[in-house]
């Protein structure tokens, strides 16, 4: 079974802090793996979208990069605010067979206190 | 350029009744993907349509069904409502496969 890890599960940190919310999966032949976040209650919000070929993707405060070879992909947040409090997902598509299958990791809980 | 919109966004319903919920997808996307999310499984696919075709299908039973229309609508029904089905049921629509996929607001379903 193809498992999505998401380390921490949660994250409390004041504002100002730079962080990083790591994504570890299990199949290495993703086509993309794509972050969102989500707000209590709401649907996701898309983040950042990077295809097998790319090592990194950046928006605004945001960088995620990602490492095929290893299983890993990891999202950058610089300066934190209070904003950007809400559960960070990662979520990749294999491609193929797997049409429109996007295989989601548990989350990080991200706090962000003034 | 309108979102991703399903309706309605909350529904209670009685054990056994059947349930019908709908998304529009971003004008021009061919992909239309669902999902069930509750605290205990997280998100889980359910299927996937491009142009009218199920191409893709999530281990759910068969109480769980889909269908796209011409105008790339779709609807997921849900028959044999059990407790277990309360979950946010989350509509993504994509242009196609790899282009990264936008989410609604999602229907919040309640069995009662």
Redesign the interface.
Known sequence: KQEVTQIPAALSVPEGENLVLNCSFTDSAI??L?W?RQDP??????LL?I?SSQREQTSGRLNASLDKSSGRSTLYIAASQPGDSATY?C?Y?A?G???????????TILTVHP | KAG?T?TPRYLIKTRGQQVTLSCSPISGHR???W?QQTPGQ??Q?LF???SETQ??K?NFPGRFSGRQFSNSRSEMNVSTLELGDSA?Y?C?S?AQ??H???????T?LTVV
């Open positions: 086509y993309n794509q969102f209650g709401k649907g996701l919000t898309s979208l295809q997902l979520a598509n491609g067979t797997s049409y429109g299958k996007l295989t989601f990791g548990q989350g | 991703v399903q992909s239309v993907s999902y997280g998100l696919f996937e349509y491009f191409r893709n999530g946010l989350l993504a994509s496969t790899g990264g996929y936008t989410f609604g607001s999602g919040r």
